[in-house]
């Protein structure tokens, strides 16, 4: 039988009142998973009297948009925030868009942010992955676990739904932000994650939310874009496809289609 959610709460509540006894540090990306856990954490830490750092890293295949976010974050919830910065392109072995890019990256990141929460006395570092997260490939999740990183969402069995009702009984400003994955997951694998490339779908993701369309992704199959919308806006792009064709081909992108199946995450891992 699965735990009621108030049952999930109070696990989790006794775990980062025990775990923040002592300086914890959490990779902060500015999502709604990794907000909540900043909230909660921050409201622990200070009954405890003790630290609690934000790490955020700023990289070349994370969008722009991430920064802002989790800087806001940080704000509300009270964790000392940091940023480092990183060109996860300068990781040989990732710019071939391998399959297990994920898992490189995700280790690179942490490695980095394990030295800083070393030199900051913080002996556990938190990340915000999912009850959810399991039914899709998620090889960066080896790297969490071989690192020793801690997933306390995860551990308590809290699912999306879950996270974003709790975030926005809290007044969380990120709990109806829509998942903000990085950018290499627009392209297949095995295509040269190049960074012009990659800002050029950024921009033509951006240009389509101005549309008014909540949830986007632009993937690039060689000359082709594929669009992924939400079942729920396919009408209105059918109706905006005017001003979409004109916002990518001023992009420079050759040919625009509609993915007929609407957003689903992932779909490059089929």
């Known amino acids: 039988m699965m735990e009621k959610f108030q049952d999930k709460k109070d696990k989790l509540m006794r775990q980062l009142m025990e775990d923040t006894k002592n300086p914890v540090c959490l990779a902060l990306s500015g999502g709604v998973d990794s907000s909540l856990l900043a909230s909660l954490i921050g409201k622990c830490a200070d009954k405890n009297g003790t630290k609690a750092?934000?790490?955020?890293?700023?990289?070349?295949?994370?969008?722009?948009?991430?920064?802002?976010?989790?800087?806001?974050?940080?704000?509300?919830?009270?964790?000392?925030?940091?940023?480092?910065?990183?060109?996860?392109?300068?990781?040989?072995?990732?710019?071939?868009?391998?399959?297990?890019?994920?898992?490189?990256?995700?280790?690179?990141?942490?490695?980095?942010l394990i030295d800083?929460?070393?030199?900051?006395?913080?002996?556990?570092?938190?990340?915000?992955?999912?009850?959810?997260?399991?039914?899709?490939?998620?090889?960066?999740?080896?790297?969490?676990?071989?690192?020793?990183?801690?997933?306390?969402?995860?551990?308590?069995?809290?699912?999306?739904?879950?996270?974003?009702?709790?975030?926005?009984?809290?007044?969380?400003?990120?709990?109806?932000?829509?998942?903000?994955?990085?950018?290499?997951?627009?392209?297949?694998y095995g295509a040269e994650l190049d960074l012009d490339i990659l800002r050029r779908i950024e921009k033509a993701e951006n240009a389509i939310k101005e549309l008014g369309f909540v949830i986007v992704r632009v993937r690039l199959h060689g000359d082709v874009v594929r669009i992924e919308v939400g079942r729920d806006e396919m009408q209105k792009a059918f109706e905006n496809a005017s001003n979409i064709t004109s916002a990518l081909k001023a992009l420079d992108f050759k040919y625009i289609t509609l993915d007929m199946e609407g957003f689903r995450s992932g779909s490059m891992d089929l």
Not at 77 to 97: P, R, T
Not at 144 to 168: M, Y
Request: hydrophobic share 40%.
């Open 53 to 112: 750092y934000g790490v955020t890293f700023e990289t070349v295949l994370h969008p722009a948009a991430d920064l802002p976010a989790a800087k806001a974050a940080a704000k509300e919830s009270g964790l000392i925030h940091e940023v480092i910065h990183v060109n996860e392109l300068g990781f040989e072995a990732i710019k071939s868009n391998p399959k297990n890019r994920c898992y490189i990256c995700k280790k690179g990141l942490f490695e980095q």
């Open 116 to 188: 800083f929460a070393g030199k900051h006395g913080a002996a556990i570092i938190y990340e915000g992955t999912n009850y959810d997260d399991l039914s899709q490939y998620r090889p960066g999740l080896d790297a969490v676990r071989e690192l020793g990183v801690h997933s306390p969402l995860l551990d308590a069995g809290l699912t999306k739904a879950e996270i974003r009702t709790w975030a926005q009984e809290l007044g969380i400003s990120s709990a109806k932000r829509p998942s903000s994955p990085c950018m290499a997951t627009r392209l297949p």
